[in-house]
């Protein structure tokens, strides 16, 4: 079995355990299927493959667990959407995700509009936004582009110190796993 | 804000984009009982729709 | 432990535990099967038919919900559809109750489907 990783339209040879299944206009990153229990260090290792190929090309990550017999399966699992895939890589293409969550810092009760108004200021230095459903008063994922990544951070702190009725956490760059998907879905 | 916790959030925010985001191209299912793989189902065998003519 | 950091910004007192809640909950869900308690294998069976059943369940509404969109059926058929799904999940709930199942029990994460419940 093999894992599908990631859809990439570059090219260029990769590294071992990695190698590039063509499929029509794009190509499929795939890597032998790892068989063992998935732990937190699986995880992280993969992830790590991921992210070091984001540097150097455009990628959709592929949802964690996919896996098929062998190349032709995997050909034939991405070819039928070979074109709708090119236009989501146009989308993402010099970007990278940033992830914000929020939660009330404690006292006082943090205003019904704060986390709104947080998650307004950091879409509008996004290309792109997702809401996600979670625990926090704000759980969001952000296109942003490479070039803007240490405003958008430096936007995040700003709103930290202008909201201490919130607790704000920012991660990434991450693959952009909220992007991959058209929104229609 | 120690290593380990760090650690600890980021994996949250690793495993939520694992789960829930990229790109779906045909899923399977392995069911188990008793840690043994008994059924393996293909997604894209599961989803297919009964369309009835419709009635003159 | 190993790799950078991937917390680019945090709170101002440094606390990340409200962030790390769900870390216990989320380790189940990574491998897509269906465990069930070796000790109880009745349990394990009823888990596994149930989850197979709600799958059905799930999908055969779902097109359901198409096929009366859709048009074409007569108020008669919709109004049996609806009564049939409803006294489906009410029974799907007993049957849950009485194996001691969770709904969580018997989510599965159908990818393009989203998740089972």
Not at chain 1, 17 to 24: E, K, Q, S, T, Y
Not at chain 1, 61 to 78: H, K, L, M, S
Not at chain 1, 104 to 120: L, Q, R, S, T, Y
């Amino acid at each position: 079995m093999i894992e599908l990783l990631a859809i990439t339209d570059d090219p260029s040879p990769l590294r071992s355990p990695l190698r590039l299944v063509p499929a029509g206009e794009v190509g499929v990153v795939v890597a032998p299927a790892d068989e063992g229990e998935a732990d937190a260090e699986a995880l992280w290792r993969r992830e790590s493959l991921l992210e070091d190929l984001m540097r150097e090309r455009a990628l959709l990550p592929i949802r964690y667990g996919t896996r098929v017999e062998d190349d032709a399966a995997a050909a034939a699992a991405v070819a039928p959407r070979a074109g709708e895939l090119a236009a989501a890589l146009e989308r993402v293409r010099g970007a990278v995700e940033v992830s914000v969550r929020a939660v009330a810092a404690g006292d006082p009760e943090p205003g019904p509009g704060a986390p709104e108004a947080v998650h307004e200021r950091l879409a509008a230095a996004a290309r792109e936004n997702a809401l996600h459903a979670g625990p926090e008063l704000l759980r969001a994922a952000y296109l942003v582009d490479d070039a803007e990544v240490d405003g958008f951070v430096a936007a995040v702190r700003a709103l930290q110190h202008e909201h201490p009725e919130l607790s704000i956490l920012c991660t990434g760059p991450w693959p952009p796993y909220s992007f991959a998907e058209a929104p229609e879905r | 804000m120690s290593a380990i916790a760090e650690r600890e959030v980021a994996l949250v925010d690793l495993l939520d984009r694992l789960l829930g985001g990229g790109v779906v191209i045909a899923g399977e299912i392995t069911l188990a009982v008793a840690d043994v793989d008994l059924v393996h189902v293909s997604l894209r065998a599961l989803v297919s729709s009964v369309e009835t003519a419709r009635p003159k | 432990m190993s790799g950078k950091s991937k917390v680019l910004a945090g709170p101002l007192d440094g606390k990340l535990d409200p962030f790390a809640r769900e870390l216990p909950h989320l380790g189940k869900a990574l491998s897509r099967r269906i465990d069930a308690d070796p000790e109880s294998v009745e349990q394990g069976l009823a888990q596994l038919v149930l989850t197979i059943v709600e799958l059905l369940r799930q999908l055969m509404e779902r097109q359901a919900l198409r096929r009366i969109d859709g048009g074409g059926l007569s108020d008669e058929q919709i109004e049996r559809l609806g009564t049939t799904f409803m006294e489906l999940d009410r029974r799907m709930e007993e049957l849950r109750e009485h194996f001691g199942l969770e709904a969580e029990d018997l989510n599965l994460d159908l990818g393009p489907l989203g998740k089972l419940l």
